[in-house]
């Protein structure tokens, strides 16, 4: 709750796309490295994607290839392209800033310090 408003969220049939948009405060620019998470109630956090000012994207291992990462460095609004959607995808998904580096985003490591309210994600099969 630092001023990410993420949106785009909602109900998709499994096999379909969603794309999520996160728009940023500029004070969101001094950190270097941004991304997303998910939660599902009762369960983990799970770490999905990070990306840097550079352009450096890290995935979870078992969304690479489905879901796609961007930052829009002129508005400073971030991405999350989900394709291929299944519903064990769904969750509330998190816009997030204050990783020190992509690669932090690893299995057993949450790698973010500040986020957003979240927009759910709900895949039916």
């Known amino acids: 709750q630092e001023g990410l408003v993420e949106s785009g969220g909602g109900s998709v049939e499994s096999g379909g796309s969603m794309t999520l948009s996160c728009t940023t405060p500029d004070y969101t620019r001094r950190t270097r490295c941004m991304g997303w998470f998910r939660q599902v109630p009762g369960e983990e956090r799970e770490g999905v994607a990070a990306i840097d000012r550079d352009g450096r994207t890290n995935y979870a291992e078992s969304l690479k290839g489905r879901f796609i990462v961007s930052l829009d460095d002129a508005t400073n609004t971030l991405y999350l392209q989900m394709n291929d959607l299944q519903p064990a995808d769904t969750a509330m998904y998190y816009c997030?800033?204050?990783?020190?580096?992509?690669?932090?985003?690893?299995?057993?490591?949450?790698?973010?310090?500040?986020w957003g309210q979240g927009t759910q994600v709900t895949v039916s099969s």
């Open positions: 997030a800033y204050d990783c020190t580096h992509v690669g932090t985003l690893r299995p057993g490591v949450f790698p973010f310090g500040y």
